[in-house]
């Protein structure tokens, strides 16, 4: 069964019929956690504007299919992420630096990250366990907090935290271990 504010299926069904102001309340909804994401992963003010207008481009092309199953909010972000994705893979002359690290966390040398493109972090994603992947990317590449991640995956709050710290220090881990490798070649 759905369960969607009715205003909310109104906004949808106005986006869809083309009202553009629909689509521009839609726009400042989703506007600043979209931003909030993407700012994640670059500085540059025009590059995120691009990236979050491909972004938006895509789901007001795709929102015919959204299914009213889940939360809006996370089917724009997931959409939106897949549009940023898409910019730094076409961006092959780009280094990424998608791995945030907390203060408490020991720095890694920058030369890993020069060599770091988003296609090599979601590889290093398979080499963890799966649950704190999966918490890993909901926080650190989906922009989520903890709060909604333990609300998701029907785990509290410290056991999000867990699973985020487990998936840095073994990535961390993995990254020295490339790091290594390029100081052998």
Same mark, same amino acid.
């Given at each position: ?52 207008? #491909? ?6 092309? +795709? !929102?015919?299919? /959204?299914?009213?199953?889940? %939360?809006? &909010? ?40 020069? #060599? ?6 979601? +590889? !290093?994603?398979? /080499?963890?366990?799966?649950? %704190?992947? &999966? ?51």
């Amino acid at each position: 069964m759905e369960n969607i504010d009715p205003k909310e299926r109104q906004l949808i069904e106005g986006c869809i019929r083309n009202e553009r102001s629909s689509q521009e309340r839609f726009y400042r909804q989703f506007f600043p956690p979209m931003m909030r994401m993407v700012q994640r992963y670059t500085q540059d003010q025009d590059e995120a504007m691009t990236i979050l207008n #491909n972004g938006f481009l895509r789901v007001f092309k +795709k !929102l015919h299919t /959204y299914s009213y199953k889940g %939360s809006l &909010e996370g089917w724009v972000r997931r959409l939106v992420f897949h549009s940023l994705s898409d910019y730094f893979r076409s961006q092959k002359n780009k280094n990424v630096h998608f791995l945030e690290l907390a203060d408490r966390d020991k720095p890694i040398e920058n030369e890993v990250y020069a #060599n770091l493109y988003f296609e090599d972090l979601v +590889k !290093l994603l398979d /080499y963890l366990p799966p649950a %704190s992947a &999966e918490v890993f990317q909901l926080y650190a590449i989906e922009g989520y907090s903890h709060a909604e991640i333990a609300d998701r995956l029907m785990i509290s709050q410290g056991t999000s935290k867990w699973h985020l710290s487990t998936a840095r220090q073994k990535l961390q881990e993995l990254l020295k271990q490339r790091n290594k490798q390029y100081h052998v070649r």
